[in-house]
């Protein structure tokens, strides 16, 4: 009995093992770019999920030749030169849209995205990493796509910088936060001392939400009335 489930967890890793060919991508992003929040927790959350499925991304400023399959990102001197090469310019007007075109050149693939700004283009990122999930591959993808609610957000109250995250992935640009009864500066204690270290946990959750291009309200049942 041993010697068969020996054999059979050999069999059962040999077919893992198979399943888990790598495929690299280069992501292409400039310098400037890259210093963005947006830009950044995207092509993060990429990287995370590619692993699942044998997907490993790194990140460049410029295409080489060595590399196969690129993801070119942002309204950068590179991107457009390629776009002008596939006679297509893009047409996105919406600035959180995006349009992205793919093409299979040398035994590889390439794959633009053009925001209408940084968000727009976090949003690409996004909209590739959910194909992927989809597809458990990176399939090619040609689409334009603009949001057609100008605002997008969920009643649930984020807390963390996590949840901010959590918000972007799924297309958010506006989230609410903790109740003003709970901020402002009552003359009482300990309400005062605490409400102190609300605002100042608060703050730095709106800086991080405007990092993201995002917006943070406070809400509370009272603003209902």
């Known amino acids: 009995r041993s010697l068969v489930q020996a054999f059979c967890?050999?069999?059962?890793?040999?077919?893992?093992?198979?399943?888990?060919?790598?495929?690299?991508?280069?992501?292409?992003?400039?310098?400037?770019?890259l210093k963005e929040e947006a830009i950044k927790v995207s092509i993060d959350d990429l990287k995370l999920a590619g692993g699942k499925f044998g997907h490993v991304f790194n990140v460049a400023h410029r295409v080489k030749k060595s590399q196969k399959n690129v993801i070119i990102v942002g309204e950068n001197s590179v991107s457009k030169n390629i776009a002008r090469s596939l006679d297509?310019?893009?047409?996105?007007?919406?600035?959180?849209?995006?349009?992205?075109?793919?093409?299979?050149?040398?035994?590889?693939?390439?794959?633009?995205?053009?925001?209408?700004?940084?968000?727009g283009d976090a949003y690409g990122l996004y909209w590739i990493l959910d194909r992927m999930r989809v597809y458990q591959d990176i399939p090619d993808i040609n689409v334009k796509r603009e949001p057609t609610s100008p605002i997008r957000y969920t009643r649930i109250r984020v807390k963390s910088k996590e949840d901010i995250r959590r918000s972007l992935r799924y297309g958010l640009n506006l989230v609410y936060g903790e109740n003003p009864l709970s901020l402002i500066d009552w003359d009482a204690e300990p309400e005062k001392t605490e409400n102190a270290k609300n605002r100042q946990k608060v703050r730095e959750l709106i800086d991080y939400a405007h990092s993201l291009h995002m917006k943070f309200l406070t809400f509370g049942t009272d603003f209902t009335y």
């Not at 967890?9 to 400037?32: D, N, R």
């Not at 297509?88 to 040398?106: A, F, P, Q, R």
């Open 9 to 33: 967890a050999i069999v059962v890793l040999s077919f893992v093992g198979i399943g888990l060919t790598q495929t690299e991508w280069t992501v292409v992003v400039s310098k400037e770019h």
């Open 88 to 119: 297509k310019n893009s047409t996105v007007s919406n600035s959180e849209g995006y349009e992205i075109t793919s093409v299979h050149v040398d035994g590889g693939k390439l794959i633009t995205v053009l925001g209408g700004s940084v968000i």
